[in-house]
T-cell receptor, first 116, second 112 residues
Framework: GAVVSQHPSRVICKSGTSVKIECRSLDFQATTMFWYRQFPKQSLMLMAT?????????EQGVEKDKFLINHASLTLSTLTVTSAHPEDSSFYICSASNGATNYGYTFGSGTRLTVV | GDSVTQMEGPVTLSEEAFLTINCTYTATGYPSLFWYVQYPGEGLQLLLK?????DKGSNKGFEATYRKETTSFHLEKGSVQVSDSAVYFCALRDTGNTPLVFGKGTRLSVIA
C-alpha cells in the first residue's frame, strides 16, 4: 500500500533555530500534501495544503513566514519551522494524496518537535 | 462548513467487550467517511472507509456503516482486545482533493 515516510520522528532544538521536517511518498506521486499540527490529547489542526509546484495555501491563523512549506517534487514535501519558540512544540503530521477521489489519504508517522 | 462530532472519551472497556464509538457529521455535499486510528506516539492509520450511503467499511473486526438519513458513521467492534487501545478519529472528505475534516478523537483503553 501507499507509504509516506516522515523524518525526523523526534527533534529537540533551541529557541531561535530552524527545524526542517521531510515527508516522502515512497510508492506513489503525492500531488497534494496536507500538513497538520496536533496538540496533546487533541485533534489534528490543518495548517496548510500544498500542491506540487505551487505555493502552499495556509489556514487562517497560521503564519506562512514561520512555517515554510516546500513541495517541489511529486515525492517530497518539507515543512520548516523558522526561529522556533517553545510554543511551537507540538506533533506535526503530513498527509499525502495522489489526487484520486474517494481515497483515504496516507499519513506520515509524525514528528515530535520540542523547542527548549 | 463541514464538521464531524464524535463521542467524548476516554472510553475504558474490558477485553472482549463490545465497542461503539458514535460519529455524526455535517456536510454540504456527499462526503466520503473514514475512521483513523492513532497509536501512542505515531501517525494516523486508515482503519476503514465508506464512500456512499449504506456502504459498510470493515477492517480488523471493526466496522462502520454510512447512514445518510442519520448522518452517522458509528464505529463498532464485537470483541475488543488490549491491542485496540488507541485514539480513534472519525473524519470526512468532501468531494475533490480537499483536506480531511476530523472529529476530536476518542481515546479507547482496553484492560485485560
Amino acid at each position: 500500500g501507499a507509504v509516506v515516510s516522515q523524518h525526523p520522528s523526534r527533534v529537540i532544538c533551541k529557541s531561535g533555530t530552524s527545524v526542517k521536517i521531510e515527508c516522502r511518498s515512497l510508492d506513489f506521486q503525492a500531488t497534494t500534501m496536507f500538513w497538520y499540527r496536533q496538540f496533546p490529547k487533541q485533534s489534528l489542526m490543518l495548517m496548510a495544503t500544498s500542491n506540487e509546484g505551487s505555493k502552499a495555501t495556509y489556514e487562517q491563523g497560521v503564519e506562512k513566514d514561520k512555517f515554510l512549506i516546500n513541495h517541489a517534487s511529486l515525492t517530497l514535501s518539507t515543512l520548516t519551522v523558522t526561529s522556533a519558540h517553545p510554543e511551537d512544540s507540538s506533533f506535526y503530521i503530513c498527509s499525502a494524496s495522489n489526487g484520486a477521489t474517494n481515497y483515504g489519504y496516507t499519513f506520515g508517522s509524525g514528528t515530535r518537535l520540542t523547542v527548549v | 462548513g463541514d464538521s464531524v462530532t464524535q463521542m467524548e472519551g476516554p472510553v475504558t472497556l474490558s477485553e472482549e467487550a463490545f465497542l461503539t464509538i458514535n460519529c455524526t457529521y455535517t456536510a454540504t455535499g456527499y462526503p466520503s467517511l473514514f475512521w483513523y486510528v492513532q497509536y501512542p506516539g505515531e501517525g494516523l492509520q486508515l482503519l476503514l472507509k465508506a464512500t456512499k450511503a449504506d456502504d459498510k467499511g470493515s477492517n480488523k473486526g471493526f466496522e462502520a456503516t454510512y447512514r445518510k438519513e442519520t448522518t452517522s458513521f458509528h464505529l463498532e467492534k464485537g470483541s475488543v482486545q488490549v491491542s485496540d487501545s488507541a485514539v480513534y478519529f472519525c473524519a470526512l472528505r468532501d468531494t475533490g482533493n480537499t483536506p480531511l475534516v476530523f472529529g476530536k478523537g476518542t481515546r479507547l483503553s482496553v484492560i485485560a
